[in-house]
């Protein structure tokens, strides 16, 4: 029986280390998480400077968080941890997208392939939000670039047919950027028409010599598609 006592003991100071890893790095994940938010707000907004600080502040809390656990593979790939990595990646992956610099890879970012992908599927469909912010100041040609980079993304993580359980739920995410992707597709269509409308509109505006087309000019337009339709 002492024994047994000496083993208990052993096994109550291993599972003691483990449980404080564990509540340390939960704590790191949500730290974590909540920076990265910060980062890609700040992407959003073109604060550049701010950005590029809070990359350095959550690549140091997410070095920190995966060391804390590094002997604890179980708590490593548990889902707090590896969902706060996700949200590093996108983070990482979205700052490099909008300033289409490369992207930095899994061993650049310290974490997982399955994990970096997920967090590439994310930063892919938070690309839309850009997009958006890039037709409203009607920078359509930035908007066609980066909407090929959602392309590009989605076409490599089709690639990826492999059960869920090995890819942290993959194919739910690519699932959700192909919607994401459709739409904002619909979206700058929509944009590139009206703007060439727009263009048309100013061309007839010039010939017709009128300095605001009016209606007047609206019923020449109205006549000349009846006419096309004809």
């Not at 024994?3 to 790095?25: G, N, P």
């Not at 076409?155 to 904002?184: A, H, I, K, N, Q």
Request: aromatic fraction near 6%; charge should be negative; glycine fraction near 8%.
């Amino acid at each position: 029986m002492d024994q047994l006592e000496q083993i208990a003991e052993s096994i109550r100071a291993v599972l003691e280390a483990k449980d404080t890893a564990r509540e340390h790095t939960l704590a790191r994940s949500r730290e974590l998480i909540r920076h990265c938010a910060a980062s890609v707000k700040a992407v959003h907004r073109e604060n550049w400077d701010e950005a590029k600080e809070g990359l350095a502040i959550i690549r140091a809390i997410a070095r920190q968080m995966s060391e804390e656990v590094q002997d604890y593979p179980d708590l490593y790939y548990a889902g707090y941890v590896q969902d706060a990595l996700k949200e590093y990646v996108e983070a990482s992956a979205i700052y490099a997208l909008v300033r289409s610099e490369p992207l930095p890879t899994p061993e650049q970012l310290g974490v997982p392939g399955e994990t970096y992908l997920n967090g590439l599927a994310e930063a892919a469909s938070e690309l839309r939000r850009t997009i958006l912010d890039t037709l409203r100041q009607e920078h359509h040609e930035r908007a066609e670039t980066l909407l090929g980079y959602m392309d590009d993304i989605y076409d490599v993580l089709m690639t990826f047919d492999f059960p869920d359980v090995m890819t942290y739920g993959l194919r739910r995410r690519v699932d959700s950027l192909r919607g994401v992707l459709e739409r904002t597709r619909g979206d700058l269509t929509t944009s590139l028409r009206q703007q060439r409308l727009l263009t048309a509109l100013r061309g007839l505006e010039q010939r017709l010599g009128l300095a605001d087309l009016g209606t007047e000019g609206m019923q020449v337009i109205g006549g000349m598609e009846e006419g096309g339709e004809g």
